[in-house]
């Protein structure tokens, strides 16, 4: 998938979880998001792009996200969501 258009959407999903008051949920969340939904290629795609281009173009607040919980193991999503 195109470098930038994973960039656009981890920033949408940061924008929204931006709206939470407590900015240590809105990164827990961001990084749940992107663990829970996102194929493992499109996040090593993200990673990639951060290890090599410092996350040029990611918001502060997606980069504070993925820098704090990368190593996590991800949660599957309930059953019954619309991951898809």
Do not use: C
Not at 28 to 53: G, N, V, Y
Not at 71 to 77: I, K, S, Y
Request: net charge negative.
């Amino acid at each position: 998938m195109n470098i930038e258009h994973l960039v656009t959407m981890a920033n949408q999903i940061g924008t929204f979880f931006a709206s939470y008051p407590d900015r240590a949920e809105a990164s827990t969340e961001i990084a749940s998001h992107l663990k829970r939904f996102w194929a493992p290629r499109m996040r090593q795609q993200l990673f990639a792009h951060i290890d090599a281009e410092h996350g040029a173009g990611l918001s502060p607040l997606v980069l504070e996200a993925i820098a704090a919980h990368r190593g996590e193991r991800a949660t599957p999503p309930p059953p019954g969501s619309d991951a898809g």
